[in-house]
């Protein structure tokens, strides 16, 4: 069956812009995850959401990014005034259930200009 | 704090030549320890998940073991298509029911035909 898909694959951005970033998980999968990966770096924990319960911010960076899971599905990471140290690969994980093996898209490269 | 190291940083072996990487992870209660691969401007692929201290899984000519403080992931007869970033997570109990996943930095392996 399809994968997680991410889009755009690749944004570039201003200094002080918005961005969106979506997600598509795995058809059935309860969970969802996202992670920051800047260059050479490990992947930085974001946010999680299970079902229908209040999503686990406590990843988030700052008040300037935020993400929600519309009907259980499709995820939408928004970071508002962009600054150049947002720069990374956003990557989003779904799996069948909050214990089980994360899947992971192939990611979204935003460069802040 | 959770935490979850790699070693070695880099490693670069010939075609054939065996070897291991290592994870070892401090965490309040381990639910589970994840291995990764990761080529270059992809997401992570999923490998292997290990719950307990003395399970062992393989597939093709990887093989995970974990002990409780470290999991490593031995490579026999290693090919050029073997190259790529080797990524552990640990998925750690918090609370009752919360859970918190770790990532380490990775191991960066090339393989030299």
């Known amino acids: 069956g399809a994968g997680v898909s991410q889009s755009p694959s690749n944004k570039v951005t201003e200094k002080g812009k918005d961005v969106e970033l979506r997600c598509d998980p795995i058809?059935?999968?309860?969970?969802l995850y996202w992670y920051r990966q800047s260059l050479g770096q490990g992947l930085e924990f974001l946010i999680y959401?299970?079902?229908?319960?209040?999503?686990?911010k406590s990843g988030l960076p700052s008040d300037r990014f935020s993400a929600e899971r519309t009907g259980g599905s499709v995820s939408t990471l928004t970071i508002q005034r962009t600054q150049q140290e947002d720069s990374a690969v956003y990557l989003c994980a779904s799996s069948l259930g909050g214990r089980d093996t994360q899947y992971f898209g192939p990611g979204t490269r935003l460069t802040v200009l | 704090e959770d935490q979850v190291t790699q070693s070695p940083e880099a490693l670069r072996l010939q075609e054939g030549e065996s070897s291991s990487l290592n994870c070892s992870y401090t965490?309040?209660?381990?639910?589970?320890l994840f291995w990764y691969r990761q080529d270059p401007g992809k997401g992570p692929e999923f490998l292997f998940t290990l719950y307990s201290a003395g399970e062992e899984k393989e597939k093709e000519r990887l093989k995970a073991t974990l002990t409780k403080k470290e999991s490593f992931l031995h490579i026999t007869a290693p090919k050029p298509e073997d190259s790529a970033t080797y990524l552990c997570a640990v998925q750690a109990r918090v609370g009752d029911y919360g859970q918190n996943f770790v990532f380490g930095p990775g191991t960066r392996l090339s393989v030299l035909p």
């Open positions: 959401f299970q079902g229908n319960s209040a999503p686990d």
């Open positions: 058809s059935g999968h309860t969970a």
């Open positions: 965490v309040s209660g381990l639910r589970g």
